[in-house]
């Protein structure tokens, strides 16, 4: 007989009690971001007035000013960390066998398990030490650097499943190691890249606890902003913002996954 | 006239792992030179060696008289058929046979002309814009086939390129690679563990076993004076006999089998009265006989018969330490009725044991 967790008493009651406690309250925020009230629990009818006051309202200037610092950080620190995420993932899985390679792997994917308060708190005082100013380039060095594990997981997965003789291929057929990797590595690699650039991406955006350590005075990100005005009481215009931005998310992951179908859908048919 | 391919003293080693152990021997200008051996033995390893997949550990390679060692796989003028293929998953028919004229620097023109060309050659005129994925087996290979021939290569390297492919398309596909060696005149080295692929399609063939080459020569010799033991049970099937020399006359020499049988047989070299080896008898170079043939027979007890269609194999008891097995050819009209138990004749064709000294 096969196990099947479906015959298991409680599990229906379970697996409701998660899905209630992990939906209900974004379902909450998304109903009442459409509350005509002022207040964020009494019901008064369906308005966008919140959305309109999120881009012209009192805090406007100051949502706008932190969304653009948020997506261009992300995207920088997107493209710098996925760029060095690959190449460190090409020298893991195809450099061979080297000494310390288990340690290299450790080091590089130790970030996710250190509890984030511990990394902010350290580069801080790593920022402090060397003087450097804090601002949106410190942000954009911290986020960089936490997002690379982020980055390389994917890609080095999707790295793992490639053959090596497609390189061996393109190299046979006078392709050098540049141009192997343009033209055959990359392309084949692409969706990993690009699963693991989203990553990234949406890991800054979303970052608030390393954020809130070194931005210095003056410069906010979403997050730190969101925050700053909810220590002031909640006003539905936060949550007309954070919906926004978790339709953004929602829109981000499902790009991912379209992107990584398509990659499986380039996997050949061996014929056999 | 050099030769395409000179391998001298090829060494190869794995951590403390021997794959190849002093291979040496020439591959001639558009020669079909097959490499065959068992599962293990380095054919792969030998062929990634030339393609400069891998580097030697030691000896050297020359190619049309120069020497490779040293250059990268993308500055040898050698082209390789994957076993599995590798054709990229993320271009068409068209632009993977482009691939290496494109890498070459072909002027746009040349290389069209060429993809058209190798299209034609291989008969894929209606899949140049299909992705890999979307293609058979068959068809798969043939793609790979003209990738990897398309920039002319000085030497094409094919591993196993068959063995993916069901019964029928691997029949057809061996006079295919046959017709286009001919005519482009590329010299082939082609890795199989098929013995059947090899002795049809090769000018010569390379038995190898353990990293060592232990024969190399044309399918017929190869098949008919084997060099030792291990080649004469490879390649196609043999009964295999120990057996002491009782008397040797040039060439020909008397041997005892275990029973005190003796038979005449060709030495593979030099032997001497007293010395022991194995004699190789082909099952479709006895005859079985009711009655006693003229010549040289040994008498013995029929046993278990296999038909096989064209053929029919026999079993035949010679003695208590000795049986053999013989293959007929099945004649319209069955004049030799033979059955379990029978007493029969068993008659070498004049010239066909081989006497494999030890
Ligand atoms: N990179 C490697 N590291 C260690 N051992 C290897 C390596 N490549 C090959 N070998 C070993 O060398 C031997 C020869 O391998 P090779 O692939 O050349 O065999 P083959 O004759 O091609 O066999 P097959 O018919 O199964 O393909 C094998 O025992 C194999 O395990
Ligand atoms: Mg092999």
């Known amino acids: 007989m096969t196990f099947d967790v479906r015959r298991y008493r409680g599990f229906f009651g379970l697996t409701m009690l998660c899905l209630f406690i992990l939906y209900v309250p974004l379902l909450v925020v998304m109903v009442y971001s459409f509350n005509d009230s002022r207040s964020i629990t009494n019901w008064e009818g369906v308005s966008l007035r919140w959305y309109v006051d999120v881009f012209t309202g009192p805090e406007s200037e100051k949502f706008k000013q932190a969304a653009w610092n948020s997506l261009t950080i992300a995207l920088s620190a997107a493209i710098v960390s996925t760029t060095i995420a690959t190449a460190a993932a090409i020298g893991m899985v195809r450099g061979g066998a080297f000494r310390g390679k288990s340690a290299t792997f450790a080091l590089i994917s130790l970030p996710i398990m250190v509890p984030e308060i511990v990394t902010a708190v350290a580069t801080l005082i790593f920022f402090s030490t060397i003087a450097f100013p804090l601002g949106t380039l410190s942000i954009l060095v911290a986020h960089i650097v936490f997002c690379i594990p982020f980055a390389y997981l994917p890609i080095s997965a999707r790295l793992q499943g490639i053959e090596a003789s497609y390189e061996e291929a393109a190299q046979d057929l006078y392709a050098g190691r540049w141009a192997t990797f343009r033209h055959v590595l990359f392309p084949i690699m692409g969706p990993g890249i690009m699963s693991g650039f989203l990553l990234a991406f949406i890991i800054s955006l979303d970052d608030f606890i390393i954020t809130n350590f070194v931005k210095g005075a003056g410069v906010e990100t979403l997050p730190t902003a969101i925050f700053g005005s909810v220590k002031q009481g909640i006003q539905p215009n936060i949550m007309a913002l954070s919906t926004l931005l978790l339709l953004f998310s929602i829109a981000l992951v499902t790009l991912s996954y379209f992107i990584g179908k398509r990659g499986e859908a380039l996997q050949p048919d061996r014929g056999d | ?358």
């Open chain 2, 1 to 358: 006239m050099t030769a395409a391919i000179s391998l001298r003293d090829v060494r190869k080693t794995f951590g403390d792992f021997t794959a190849l152990k002093a291979v040496s021997f020439d591959i001639a200008d558009n020669e079909f030179f097959t490499l065959l051996g068992p599962s293990g033995c380095g054919k792969t390893t030998l062929l990634r060696l030339i393609a400069g997949f891998e580097g030697t550990t030691g000896g050297t390679i020359h190619l049309y008289g120069q020497e490779i060692e040293g250059l990268p796989p993308d500055r040898r003028p050698v082209n390789t058929v994957f076993q599995n293929y590798a054709l990229f998953p993320h271009m068409t028919v068209q632009e993977n046979i482009a691939f290496g004229l494109q890498m070459l620097k072909w002027p746009r023109a040349d290389i069209a002309a060429r993809v058209a060309e190798m299209v034609a050659m291989v008969r894929l005129g209606d899949f140049v814009h299909r992705k890999p994925a979307q293609m058979s087996g068959g068809q798969q290979q043939r793609v790979a086939l003209a990738r990897a021939m398309a920039p002319r290569p000085k030497v094409l390297l094919l591993d196993e390129p068959l063995s993916a492919l069901d019964l029928k398309l691997r029949q057809e596909m061996r006079s295919e690679l046959k017709r286009l060696q001919r005519e482009t005149g590329i010299t082939f080295i082609f890795v199989t563990h098929d013995q059947e692929e090899a002795l049809s399609m090769s000018d010569r063939i390379a038995v190898m076993s353990a990293g060592e080459v232990q024969q190399i020569g044309r399918p017929s010799e190869i098949y008919e004076h084997p060099a030792n033991r291990f080649v004469a049970d490879f390649i196609g099937e043999t009964n295999l006999i120990d057996a002491t020399v009782e008397a040797v006359e040039g060439q020909i020499v008397t041997c005892r089998l275990p029973d005190g049988e003796t038979v005449h047989a060709l030495a593979n070299r030099a032997a001497s009265k007293g010395q022991s080896g194995t004699l190789s008898i082909r099952p479709e170079r006895l005859t079985i006989t009711r009655d006693p043939p003229p010549g040289e027979s040994l008498k013995g007890v029929l046993g278990a018969s296999t038909y096989l269609g064209t053929d029919t194999h026999y079993e035949v008891r010679l003695g208590p330490n000795l049986s053999l097995t013989a293959r007929m050819q099945n004649a319209e009209d069955a004049a030799l009725r033979l059955d379990e138990g029978d007493p029969v004749h068993v008659s070498i064709v004049a010239g066909a044991a081989r006497f494999l000294v030890t």
